[in-house]
């Protein structure tokens, strides 16, 4: 009977940086489209901090019932910490809310989108949200610049 042979270190090592890296990335970033007239779902960690920015755009706001105000609304369900040297905010369930849902608007300056968060057992995220809009209108542009004249000119 043959004895098994040990892997070097150097695959050792190899193989450990390429399993956390393909761990890392299938739960680090959700990438959203978002339209201003629409409402988008996304999940968030039930225990950590998840950052939340617009492709593109600074968030000036995030609000609705549910976002927790010391002024206006003690109790509600989600804490906000804008990150504002960045334009980003992170959000958190508050405790005791469980997996219930929290309806939140997102306010950058050129659109405010609707999102319904749903907090999971899940670890730490970013979400991006990308507006459709601007991503239609820059392939158009695209295509536009590369269309024969007459056809520019309709």
């Not at 976002?67 to 992170?90: F, H, M």
């Not at 809310?97 to 608007?105: D, L, N, R, T, W």
């Amino acid at each position: 009977m043959t004895p098994l042979r040990q892997p070097s270190r150097t695959a050792t090592i190899a193989i450990a940086l390429v399993s956390s890296l393909a761990f890392s990335n299938a739960y680090a970033l959700q990438n959203i489209e978002v339209t201003p007239d629409g409402m988008t779902t996304a999940r968030i960690s039930l225990h950590e901090a998840t950052r939340i920015r617009v492709d593109g755009q600074a968030i000036t706001q995030i609000y609705g019932s549910g976002v927790q105000d010391a002024k206006s609304n003690p109790a509600g369900s989600l804490i906000v910490q804008p990150l504002e040297n960045r334009g980003e905010v992170s959000v958190i369930p508050a405790q005791g809310v469980g997996e219930k849902p929290v309806s939140v608007f997102v306010d950058t300056a050129k659109s405010t989108y609707t999102l319904v968060l749903i907090p999971a057992e899940t670890p730490s995220e970013t979400i991006v949200l990308r507006d459709r809009r601007a991503a239609n209108d820059s392939a158009d542009r695209l295509s536009n610049k590369r269309a024969p004249g007459y056809y520019r000119e309709i």
